[in-house]
């Protein structure tokens, strides 16, 4: 299991110590140091099921300096993938994948009923 976080951030510290708790085994990555690529994030979107908006950290400073809650809606998949490969602090996170399973953001009752 790959968990992609950003370590100063708490939520991905909590989720981190429940990974921990419940002895789950992850290979942490550091989502600055090593951005997602515009493949990984492409390939996860398509296997979570989920909108491409939940990839985006959408309470981040940077997102908010982009102004992107008004321009993602102008912007194609591939636009919106491209900037997400483009700086690690505009993916949410934590983001955990697994096979087929993609997590973004920590919701405990949401990782327990999936991990």
């Not at 976080?5 to 002895?23: F, I, M, N």
């Not at 390939?43 to 908010?64: A, V």
């Not at 992107?68 to 491209?82: A, C, I, P, Y």
């Amino acid at each position: 299991m790959l968990f992609i976080e950003y370590p100063k951030c708490s939520t991905c510290k909590k989720a981190k110590k429940w990974l921990d708790e419940k002895q789950i085994s992850y290979t942490d990555r550091h989502i600055v140091e090593e951005n997602p690529t515009y493949e990984e994030l492409k390939e996860w979107y398509q296997k979570s099921g989920m909108p491409l908006k939940k990839f985006f950290n959408t309470s981040g400073l940077l997102y908010k300096e982009l102004q992107l809650k008004d321009k993602l809606k102008d912007m194609s998949e591939e636009e919106q993938l491209k900037l997400l490969a483009s700086n690690g602090m505009l993916v949410k996170r934590p983001l955990v994948v697994d096979g087929d399973m993609v997590l973004t953001g920590f919701k405990e009752s949401e990782w327990s009923e999936k991990l």
